[in-house]
């Protein structure tokens, strides 16, 4: 199978974050055909990282997520794109490591791993627990797979994912001073959360606020009594400062619930290759015991997670080089 049609065959299988049963199936039956030797490590009852390994000590691992965004969107071609979800992230990544791995094979190199995971757009659950694997003490070096435009990326921002919630008191809107509005002092919060200077850094960039959602209420003729905001913090220093600006302006006007948090992270540069720092977030905090990470994948992460979702074929054929490339340039080491 070529690497096209690799792609092409795993973006046919619907993956959505906690539907990723199915491909983890295909994947470990398509490497078993090749003669890798394959686990499936349980993640949930119906989630599994793919574990796939030629000898037992690699030095080197390919990895990347087997999970996508919704909704599912269905493969198509042209004679330049492969349009659809997970043709950037991360299915046409995958594609291209296995490729990359097949080759290296081919010319006698066997000190690889491949090792694909689960939820990596919510949670990154896979990661957590690939973490805790045995193998992962073995490993040198981690070759994650991100849309970077193929260029290696030195530096990852973190997130810093909470909701913030208010109560008030409900009451008919012709009578809003027998109430207290939620959502008033939600955005009054919001407000000031908008105008606080974060820390930034010099290497990783600007930290950023989204303010993704926004919930409350039940009428427009009532006080809301609750409401609440989702926000994402794209951390360029550690969690803690950041966490404690948001405390200070929240105080005691609502309540703050942690969702999830990951730190940013320097990577390893390798002479030869293009390098750049990325805004978005991966695998590769919670994997620490995996050896010396290292980021680079074809594609765009500006088309990835939108309708128009797409890589060049052209791309991930050089994608396929530069795995290569890496991977020879990391074992000469």
Known sequence: MNLFELTKSLMSIPSTSGEEEAVGFWLRDHLRSLGWNVELQPVSENQNNVIAYLNDTPRVWFSTHMDTVPPYIPPSEDDEKIYGRGACDAKGIIASQITAAERLREDGVEDIGLLFTVEEERAST???????????????????????DNDLAIGSKGTFRLNIKTT???????????????????????????????P?????????????????????????????????????TKREPIEDAIRAVVRD????????????????????????VVRFTTDIPHLPNWGKPLLIGPGSILVAHTKDEFVLKADLEKAVELYQDLVKALLST
């Open 126 to 148: 896979g990661a957590k627990a690939a973490n805790l694997h045995p193998l992962a003490a073995k490993c040198e070096f981690l070759i994650n797979g991100e849309p970077t």
């Open 168 to 198: 008030g008191k409900a009451a008919h809107s012709a009578y809003p001073e027998m109430g207290e509005s939620a959502i008033e002092k939600l955005l009054d919060i919001l407000d000031d959360v908008r105008h606080t200077r974060l």
């Open 200 to 236: 930034n850094d010099d290497f990783f960039g600007e930290t950023t606020v989204n303010i993704g959602t926004i919930e409350g209420g039940m009428a427009l003729n009532v006080i809301p009594a609750s409401a609440e905001a989702g926000l994402a913090i794209r951390l360029t």
């Open 253 to 276: 006007r609502g309540d703050i619930e942690i969702l999830s948090a990951s730190e940013p992270v320097k990577m390893l540069a390798v002479d030869g290759f293009e390098q750049k």
